[in-house]
């Protein structure tokens, strides 16, 4: 009994003076001085942004303001940029004069956008965390005149893209 209780304390006492293993790509040895190591920590985060279209204007009774907006705490990459662009109109595929017709589309009546500024194909907003909003500001012209009474629209479609510096 005596032995095995001899044995049991050598056992314990080599296993305390054994070499632990460390957890890391730098080795430890014995009696020298280890070189400094280094861990590196990541940390990954996603873009995250919504931009915000309004769903329409109505021009009936004058010029009407509408903003595209990217929200607030929005998460970008560093240096990039939201481009909104004018893809195209219902009616207006190209140019500046855009087109609004009834449902039956047997009346037309023209608007533009900016003062006759912006044009399909355009980048209608830039945004990043210093600028969150882009105006448009919608107006009726004489260029066409309604042929009958009643809601003249056109869907306008825009194309949502992140551009990096």
Do not use: C, W
């Amino acid at each position: 009994m005596k032995k095995l209780i001899s044995g049991l304390s050598a056992l314990a006492i080599a296993a305390a003076i054994a070499p632990m293993s460390a957890f890391a790509d730098t080795e430890i040895k014995p009696d020298t001085v280890p070189p400094e190591g280094g861990l590196t920590v990541k940390y990954d985060v996603d873009p995250s942004y919504t931009v915000t279209i309004p769903a329409g204007v109505d021009i009936t009774t004058g010029d009407k303001t509408a903003s595209i907006t990217l929200n607030e705490g929005a998460l970008l990459a560093e240096g990039a940029k939201i481009e909104v662009v004018l893809e195209k109109g219902a009616y207006t595929t190209t140019g500046n004069a855009f087109t609004a017709k009834t449902a039956s589309g047997n009346s037309s009546a023209s608007y533009q956008i900016n003062g006759g500024d912006v044009k399909v194909g355009d980048v209608v907003a830039s945004l990043d965390k210093d600028t969150l909003s882009a105006d448009l500001t919608f107006s009726r012209t004489a260029t066409i005149a309604p042929t009958y009474a009643g809601t003249h629209s056109e869907v306008l479609t825009f194309k949502v893209s992140v551009k990096n510096s």
